[in-house]
């Protein structure tokens, strides 16, 4: 499985952005979903994840009420909608696949990883 994520930008605080990001392969709907985000310096960190119906979603507590993770599985597709953003929302955030059941927010549970895209909010 091959990830593209995109979507990523400048956008001022309380501004909004979508990201996107696009797996190759037939099993895409099989997989679990997370999105992940890492700032300079720190280390890679759980923001959403999502499971292949789309039923479940979890979220880490920075980002709840303000964040939204979905799926397209005939797109091969999943989201991340970001909206009232704030300036420690700024890194670059990463999509991955899970090909074991249940959602997870722990990076090294998920099998494939995409490229990154930068988020960078402006105060």
């Known amino acids: 499985v091959q990830l593209q994520a995109s979507g990523g930008g400048l956008v001022q605080a309380g501004g909004s952005l979508r990201l996107s990001c696009v797996a190759s392969?037939?099993?895409?709907?099989?997989?679990?979903m997370g999105w992940f985000r890492q700032a300079p310096g720190k280390e890679r960190l759980f923001v959403a994840a999502?499971?292949?119906?789309?039923?479940?979603?979890i979220y880490t507590d920075s980002v709840k009420g303000r964040f939204t993770i979905s799926r397209d599985n005939a797109k091969n597709t999943v989201y991340l909608q970001m909206n009232s953003l704030k300036p420690e929302d700024t890194a670059v955030y990463y999509c991955a696949a899970r090909r074991s059941a249940g959602v997870s927010r722990v990076a090294y549970q998920y099998d494939y990883w995409g490229q990154g895209t930068q988020v960078t909010v402006s105060s």
């Open positions: 999502i499971t292949w119906s789309g039923g479940s979603t």
């Open positions: 392969g037939r099993t895409f709907s099989s997989y679990v």
